[in-house]
């Protein structure tokens, strides 16, 4: 299969799963805390990378393990739980379209920091993306308050995380196998996410109905939506470039959408038009 083909078809895939992802953080918000839920996110998709990829973690160059494990921290562990706090005052859609900042913070951080080549378009899509985030994050604080202002800002966090970390994979680690990477990321993160569960107390609540049935959703979005969406993002961001990879973000928002109405969410016009607004600035920064 040609390489275009390819791309487009890893993209459509990440969008389906990554687009039902804030719906599952939703549902295990409902007997977890969120930094529980980040934790077993991160156990869950460790313990499948690990057992489908450990024989990988001897292809990692030596030298190349502290961008693995800042990778890992980046690219998975910070933003599992800030997605976590942030949709505990932030409805799933609201989550899905602040996640589409990514590319464009992809774009800044790679233009300023990693050196990548940049076009006006690019940066008139940055600052569009930008006022579309204002109107979404400034209208939810309108509605609930401060703390819906200061619950965002951690969503926005959460995609510079993801930016910083599409720029390492594209400019340090494009010589090893998607897989490899995903399975150095959890070598790393794995620990520490047991360790966090342990000192929280979720060993000696699992057996409670509301948390064994909130962990089976955060099983699936541990193995789906980190496990296997990872070794997918990193072998699309090796055929591609970051700012495709991360155009995901584009087709995201339509799939949270569907899952959110069949939740019974509503958005108001003024976030409809802060998501338009975003959508549009990220259509505009993946233009050449």
Known sequence: MKPTNTKWIFLFILALIWGSSFILILKGLDGLTPIQLGALRIA???????????????????????I??????????????????GETKINSSVSAVLNSLTPLNTLMLGLLVFGFHYHKRQILGVFVGF?????LVFCGNAEHGESNYSYAILLVVATMCYGTNVNLVKKYLSNLNPLTIAAGNFAVMIVPAFLILGFTGFFDIIHQAEVSKAAVYVMILGVMGTGVSNILFYRLIQISSPVFATSVTYLIPIVAFFWGFLNDERLTM???LGGLVILAGVYLSSKK
Do not use: D, E
């Open 44 to 66: 869950f998709a460790g313990v499948f990378t690990l057992l489908i990829g450990f024989r990988k973690l001897s292809q990692i160059p030596r030298n190349q393990w502290k």
């Open 68 to 85: 693995i494990a800042l990778t890992g921290l980046l690219g998975n562990f910070f933003p599992a739980f800030l997605f976590a706090m």
């Open 131 to 135: 006022l579309g985030s204002c109107l």
């Open 270 to 272: 003024v976030q409809i």
